[in-house]
């Protein structure tokens, strides 16, 4: 799904490395290594490039539009921002010239099922050709468990060529975003939460800058990332605690209101009602409990909301 990066959210996250406010905002050492970043216009391209710049990557953004309003605010972080696009070998080729590591990501929603994994495996057909490093992607919790979600099972079928491929390659699996709840904000502004599930029924969720700060990690690390796939999340609540924090996010009650999986198919679509009722059977993997114990200092949901700009509109 599409889902908006909130570029202002974080004051710091920890994951692999442990407690890392300080070394986020100040690396100890900048590395000038250049890493593709495909998506860098979108929500984790975005997240991505400018955790990479704050750690002091050189970063060169790959969008089909170096002229748009987001591509050209990303180039004032300092990013080189390149026209490419992943049906296009060519550009694919001169996009990762001389860089050391590409983050990919791909896109199941604009494009379609077949039409995704054709450009991720053209991704890492050309990362190949151009003796990309360290090649990091971005798939999905669940993508490895035959789900019969297609969006999930695209992605899986990316992480099965990727593996094969012989690059030496990390996969980061996130949860649902957090980001994305301002797309509903319509209907939370007006005090309802729609959704079919039980209020008590628990999903996971995490923000799109700690997607970036997991990709640092597997850059910064290469040798306790390479070959490993990470599912990853930073909050676990129930629908009914999910509600009371918005509640307390916009200063009015927000209540859960259950519809019928008719009418949420007939409002969300075949697509996201098949993820949402995986979700409602089995659901995400993420061991949310054990990362925060060991790494505190990812974002929960509650953090989010409080730094959230409701007046700002989703990216």
């Known amino acids: 799904m599409k889902m908006p990066a909130i570029a202002t959210l974080i004051c710091a996250i920890a994951i692999i490395a442990g407690c890392?406010?300080?070394?986020?905002?100040?690396?100890?050492?900048?590395?000038?290594?250049?890493?593709?970043?495909?998506?860098a216009t979108g929500t984790q391209g975005g997240a991505v490039a400018r955790e990479l710049i704050k750690r002091g990557y050189s970063v060169r953004g790959l969008t089909r539009n170096p002229?748009?309003?987001?591509?050209?605010?990303m180039s004032d972080l300092g990013a080189e921002m390149v026209r490419g696009d992943f049906s296009d070998a060519e550009s694919l080729a001169?996009?990762?010239?001389?860089?050391y590591g590409v983050f990919a990501v791909t896109d199941f929603w604009e494009h379609g099922y077949r039409a995704e994994v054709d450009h991720g495996k053209q991704l890492v057909?050309?990362?190949?050709?151009?003796?990309?490093?360290?090649?990091?992607f971005t798939s999905v919790d669940g993508a490895d468990?035959?789900?019969?979600?297609?969006?999930?099972?695209?992605?899986?079928e990316i992480e099965v060529y990727l593996e094969e491929s012989g690059l030496d390659y990390s996969?980061?699996?996130?949860?649902?975003?957090?980001d994305n709840v301002k797309y509903d904000r319509q209907n939370i502004m007006s005090g309802v939460y729609f959704d079919p599930r039980d209020s008590d029924k628990t999903h996971r969720w995490i923000a799109a800058s700690d997607i970036g700060f997991f990709v640092g990690e597997a850059f910064d690390h290469p040798d306790e990332w390479?070959?490993?796939?990470?599912?990853?999340?930073?909050?676990?609540?129930?629908?009914?605690?999910?509600t009371d924090l918005l509640s307390r996010s916009v200063s009015l009650d927000v209540h859960h209101q259950q519809i019928t999986w008719k009418a949420y198919e007939q409002e969300a679509g075949e697509e996201l009602t098949l993820m949402t009722r995986w979700f409602d059977s089995k659901g995400y993997d993420a061991d949310v409990e054990g990362l925060r114990k060991k790494y505190p200092n990812l974002l929960t949901y509650q953090q989010y909301l409080q730094n959230l700009d409701w007046d700002q509109p989703p990216r």
């Open 67 to 73: 002229d748009s309003d987001r591509a050209r605010a």
């Open 171 to 178: 996969i980061v699996r996130p949860v649902s975003f957090m």
């Open 94 to 99: 001169a996009a990762m010239s001389g860089v």
């Open 226 to 242: 390479q070959g490993l796939a990470l599912d990853i999340a930073g909050d676990e609540l129930s629908i009914a605690e999910f």
């Open 145 to 156: 468990s035959y789900t019969g979600v297609p969006h999930f099972e695209s992605k899986g």
């Open 20 to 39: 890392y406010a300080s070394d986020r905002a100040a690396p100890p050492e900048l590395n000038h290594k250049t890493i593709l970043v495909t998506g």
């Open 125 to 136: 057909d050309s990362a190949l050709a151009a003796g990309v490093d360290h090649f990091v």
